[in-house]
């Protein structure tokens, strides 16, 4: 399938991140990444989804500045920037509060500054009762929900999320879904999203990016026109399943 480059003609002068043909080959000589073309502004949520190996990760790592792309151009056009992983990498020593309150504190803010953010960020997530909770106490949604408070506390204009509920049973992961949008209703920052899910990305975003094999090549890009807050009822219906129809076939294609 040839390569995809939709989001190119798009005006980048608000964008929050923009990466303009942007290639990645290791060192090893493996290419991850070939002519990707993606811009995410200021309330929009962009999903990105692929086979493993595709490069998607890289991408988010290239936005943070944690990994240099080797071709074309990729610019994050703010220093407020927050990064969920896979895993919620809480620090097992810290209780709740104190692990929301982490980045905050490496930011310099001072004590009263942070646990003000720290609480308003515990409040939004629905973890509030558990300030003093241990990570081991906690379920699987609730880590990544102190993952998701602990970027919060910098008020982050451009979210970047590694797979963050990849690892946790459907009905917990429809559940986070719904915060996270209405968080997104809330803050209106961009978001950059990637997943496996196809139903997941179709559901939490404004445009899905659907990614060859490696060497990742963007093959479409789909729009979802479903207003914001969207209705979690809307997974029902019948426009909702043609388009994850649309995304899964265009990954399907992408293999053929």
Not at 132 to 142: A, V
Not at 197 to 218: F, K, N, Q
């Amino acid at each position: 399938m040839s390569t995809a480059t939709i989001d190119k003609p798009r005006e980048t002068a608000d964008a929050l991140v923009d990466f303009r043909d942007v290639g990645m080959t290791y060192d090893d000589g493996t290419v991850a990444l070939e002519h990707v073309d993606i811009t995410v502004r200021r309330g929009e949520f962009v999903t990105v989804v692929g086979p493993s190996g595709c490069g998607k990760s890289t991408l988010l790592r290239i936005a943070a500045g944690l990994e240099s792309h080797t071709a074309g151009d990729c610019n994050t056009h703010t220093d407020r920037v927050g990064f969920v992983f896979q895993d919620a990498t809480l620090l097992p020593w810290r209780n709740v509060r104190k692990n929301v309150e982490l980045l905050a504190e490496l930011n310099g803010q001072t004590p009263a500054q942070r646990a003000a953010a720290g609480q308003e960020a515990i409040d939004l997530v629905g973890l509030a009762g558990f300030e003093g909770s241990m990570p081991r106490q906690l379920s699987g949604g609730m880590r990544m929900r102190a993952s998701l408070a602990r970027s919060l506390t910098l008020n982050p204009d451009l979210f970047l999320f590694d797979e963050p509920f990849g690892a946790l049973d459907e009905i917990t992961r429809q559940r986070l879904n719904d915060e996270l949008l209405r968080l997104f209703a809330q803050r209106g920052f961009g978001g950059l999203f990637i997943t496996h899910s196809v139903a997941e990305a179709v559901y939490l975003s404004t445009r899905v990016v659907v990614m060859s094999g490696r060497p990742g090549r963007i093959v479409d890009v789909v729009d979802v026109p479903f207003d914001m807050p969207r209705d979690p009822e809307i997974r029902f219906s019948s426009e909702f399943g043609a388009l994850v129809g649309r995304v899964s076939h265009a990954l399907k294609e992408a293999h053929a």
